[in-house]
């Protein structure tokens, strides 16, 4: 039994987390700012984070309050960011300020408290386009969209000689190609972690995490993953807005699968000093994800709203090689999809929210960030 402390753990991955190290008979104490965007106003403790949780309200950038966080701890899963690859891309500031140097007030205190390990969660985002092959057969690493703010509407990448790409799944190794202020956070608090924990000898551990959801993801929230994004359009009786043409393919994986991984990842040895995928290993169309919702949720009438413009910082295919995590981890996803949605929609049918999406994408808009 370890004493276990998870930032963000009030949040959406977190509330799994913290009950699958409870199940496994951890110490669990969460320190999380609950900020408005994601729990409302005036927030207090979450009535979903497990009662047996210790529970500090305070932000990862308080020294002191990282400092009282840390007392005591064994190790650390550091969940807590700023999520929303649009919205980074005009809040820098607040961003930058809460994900990485919140990651460095962490690590200046494990400085004089060092603990056995730190889990950090990591995004497919740092990846920007996944990894494609050329017509010849090689592998294309650094896959760019042109002609976008243009209005060409060439969805998809090319080759220098104008061929088509084909996306394949995107292992570990394929290089960072940083497209929005989000990804580059993502990357600091993963190069962060590798750097600060072994010299202090501490083991650290970076989880990509591909497109996570289930029940309890921030419905009101227009910036949170796609899914619940979704659901609060199906749940308000409008159809959801996709931008592009809908066709870019997304690996969506259980957040029940995700706090298991992170459950392997801290207790592992082989783990230690690793950077792992954590996905479902399959691709679908965003279109054909948001049909299977509304399908589930009872809306099959409410085809979704095909923007046909993208939004900058955005990339067009990125999809989960799970096999790195499956050989050392021994991790494979093994929630089904359509069960996870099923799931979804039954908790949905029980919550309100107030649908924001028109909101955002006017913030979106008014900045020249939707070409």
């Known amino acids: 039994m370890e004493k276990v402390l998870i930032t963000g753990g009030a949040g959406f991955i977190g509330r799994f987390v913290t009950d699958e190290l409870l199940r496994r008979g951890h110490h669990v104490r969460v320190l999380d700012a609950l900020i408005p965007q994601v729990h409302g106003e005036g927030a207090s403790r979450p009535d979903a984070l497990n009662p047996e949780a210790e529970f500090i309200h305070g932000d990862v950038r308080d020294r002191d309050a990282m400092a009282r966080a840390l007392q005591g701890m064994d190790s650390v899963i550091h969940l807590a960011a700023e999520v929303g690859v649009g919205q980074s891309m005009y809040e820098v500031e607040r961003y930058t300020s809460t994900n990485d140097v919140g990651t460095a007030v962490l690590f200046e205190k494990l400085i004089d408290n060092p603990v056995r390990r730190v889990v950090t969660a990591s995004s497919m985002s740092i990846y ?5 092959k050329d017509a010849d057969g090689g592998m294309v690493q650094d896959a760019e969209r042109v002609g976008i703010r243009d209005g060409l509407k060439q969805w998809d990448p090319v080759d220098a000689q104008g061929r088509p790409l084909t996306p394949v799944a995107t292992p570990e190794w394929k290089q960072p190609n940083l497209a929005s202020i989000y990804a580059l956070n993502k990357y600091v608090q993963e190069r962060t972690t590798h750097i600060m924990t072994a010299p202090y000898g501490i083991e650290g551990v970076c989880l990509r995490l591909f497109n996570v959801f289930g029940p ?3 419905l009101s929230n227009p910036y949170t993953g ?7 359009r199906y749940l308000n009786g409008q159809a959801p807005m996709i931008f592009e043409d809908g066709e870019q393919r997304r690996d969506f994986v259980h957040v029940s699968d995700v706090a298991r991984a992170f459950a392997e990842a801290l207790s592992l040895p082989q783990a230690a000093g690793g950077t792992f995928n954590i996905g479902s290993g399959n691709d679908r169309s965003v279109t054909e994800v948001a049909r299977e919702l509304g399908r589930a949720m009872g809306r099959n009438a409410l085809e979704p709203q095909i923007v046909g413009k993208a939004r900058i910082g955005d990339i067009r295919h990125c999809f989960c090689d799970t096999t790195l995590a499956a050989e050392t981890l021994g991790f494979t996803a093994q929630t089904d ?3 996870g949605l099923a799931e979804l929609a039954e908790w949905v049918a029980s919550q309100t929210a107030v649908d924001r999406v028109e909101q955002a994408r006017a913030e979106l808009d008014k900045r020249g960030l939707v070409a």
């Open 226 to 232: 796609v899914l619940a994004i979704f659901a609060s």
């Open 216 to 218: 309890g993801q921030a």
């Open 128 to 132: 920007g386009e996944g990894l494609y």
């Open 337 to 339: 999809f359509r069960e």
